[in-house]
């Protein structure tokens, strides 16, 4: 039943409703790459810092203009149970594929559900999305982590980023989809097909996860001194369900999503590759239970019985389960209520987006505008591995000029102090003064050596300054 949930005929209605929120949601990021993110990309080489605060908050900005178009005027209600989301540590976030959409739904938990109230979320996509007009292009300038379904690139793709992020010190949370794929009856064949054969438990509500992407994931961000949680979130949708995109164009958009966060601290993880596989292997077969008990009671999400019973042993430090209890008030929880943010939302996305629109078709020069940044960005997506990895170069570059920098400073100082004890030690008379003083003259030879010292250090000077102008001009 849940693979197949009951559909009703698409009216034209329901085909206006689905092709008005095709049009608004995509043309506002349009609008918006051309708008906001274009201005700000000469700031990837005149200051990195700069660029990747404001690639980030404005990407956050537009996340609450989408929720906004679900919530307010297609009154989808979003209901949140469990743990809170914490926006101020690094963590990995994990999430059952249920459809092909459920990257933009979760958008909603992040508005509802994060503590406090802000969030710096990376997804881990497939290469392909890149290159999509406008979404794949935001994407490589917010420094996304995409994959290419070939591990020995993959590995290399992501632990760029990820160095990059832990060399910045940059707090972030990283959101995976074990499963590789959303579920439907092909998918889920595979996945019995896999439990099978190697005498695993069949699953009715998700597929058995793959373990290689996270166990990398794991291992590389536990070297980040931000890293501090894994959670398990697991989203539903009790009514209508929609599968891929063609769904919601034709209208097909759920009344209603649920989401339950569970957090467990990472020193509760094991630290081996196949103990944190098994790990994963427990969350996803307890994960399947709590669906299991979602569908057959009301669509709640109830207690968990056993606290710890993954594996990971409660939250361990602030994690453990908040869920819901069966029959208390707290099952009468109603859902989330819009967030202020959401009017102010749509009140600066809906101008900009139809401003920028009448201005694309009224103005040549905002038209050539739109189209110059159209050929960059292509060439940037199927000629390279993206923006961010160019972003990631010029951070490297960078940071390799401040190192020679360092070093010349160093060996500055050495001569300068080696200079002064050579000078001291060398010229002192038998009474211990400097020869030199009170008329005495300095002879020849030490005046020569002072010379070259001299011309040593001119040198120097003149390649640190050359070297300091060279750093700055990357």
């Known amino acids: 039943m849940h693979l197949t949930m009951k559909e009703k005929s698409t009216s034209p209605l329901d085909w206006a409703r689905g092709i008005a929120y095709l049009l608004l949601w995509y043309g506002s990021i349009m609008m918006g790459f051309f708008s906001l993110y274009c201005p700000i990309l000469p700031l990837l080489v005149i200051h990195r810092p700069t660029y990747r605060k404001l690639t980030e908050a404005i990407f956050v900005m537009w996340e609450s203009f989408a929720v906004a178009i679900l919530e307010i005027l297609y009154g989808v209600r979003i209901r949140v149970t469990g743990d809170p989301l914490r926006s101020d540590e690094t963590s990995i976030l994990l999430l059952n594929h249920r459809n092909r959409l459920d990257w933009n739904f979760f958008w909603m938990l992040l508005g509802h559900g994060t503590l406090p109230p802000a969030h710096n979320c990376k997804f881990v996509l497939k290469s392909v999305i890149s290159k999509f007009p406008g979404l794949g292009w ?3 300038m917010c420094c996304f982590l ?3 379904r070939r591990w020995e690139d993959d590995q290399k793709l992501m632990k760029s980023v990820l160095d990059y992020y832990r060399d910045i010190e ?4 990283v959101l995976l989809f074990p499963e590789g794929t959303n579920l439907t009856p092909y998918t889920k064949s595979r996945s019995d ?3 099978e054969k190697f005498g695993l438990q069949k699953f009715e509500y998700v597929l058995h996860p793959r373990t290689t992407g996270f166990c990398y994931l794991l291992d590389t961000m536990r070297k980040s001194k931000e890293m501090k949680a894994v959670y398990d979130i697991t989203v539903a949708y009790p009514r209508t369900l929609p599968v891929t995109e063609v769904d919601i164009i034709r209208g097909r958009i759920p009344e209603e999503i649920h989401f339950h966060v569970k957090r467990y601290s990472v ?3 094991p630290t081996s590759e196949e103990g944190s596989k098994d790990w994963l292997q427990q969350v996803w077969t307890h994960k399947e239970e709590r669906l299991r008990r979602f569908h057959t009671n009301d669509f709640r999400f109830l207690e968990e019985e056993e606290d710890g019973k993954t594996g990971g042993g409660g939250g361990g430090g602030g994690g453990g389960t908040n869920s819901e209890p069966e029959g208390g ?3 009468d929880r109603k859902f989330q209520p819009l967030a202020n943010a959401s009017y102010g939302a749509l009140l600066l996305w809906l101008p900009l987006t139809f401003g920028m629109a009448y201005l694309v078709v009224t103005s040549i020069w905002v038209f050539l505008w739109c189209l110059v940044h159209t050929i960059i960005f ?8 993206g923006l961010q990895h160019f972003e990631i170069r010029l951070f490297r570059r960078w940071e390799k000029s401040r190192q020679r920098l360092t070093e010349n400073v160093d060996i500055m100082n050495d001569i300068r102090g080696g200079e002064g004890v050579r000078v001291y030690g060398e010229n002192k008379n038998g009474d211990g003064s400097v020869a030199g003083e009170g008329g005495g003259a300095v002879g020849g030879e030490e005046e020569k050596d002072e010379g070259d010292k001299g011309k040593t250090l001119n040198i120097i000077k003149e390649e640190e300054e050359e070297r300091v102008d060279r750093s700055k001009e990357e």
Do not use: L, P
């Open 138 to 140: 935001i994407m490589q």
């Open 146 to 148: 995409y994959i290419r």
């Open 170 to 173: 940059h707090i972030y949370q």
């Open 193 to 195: 097909a896999f439990a």
């Open 267 to 269: 020193d509760t993880i």
């Open 329 to 331: 008030a707290a099952a």
């Open 378 to 385: 292509c060439v940037i997506s199927f000629g390279t591995d």
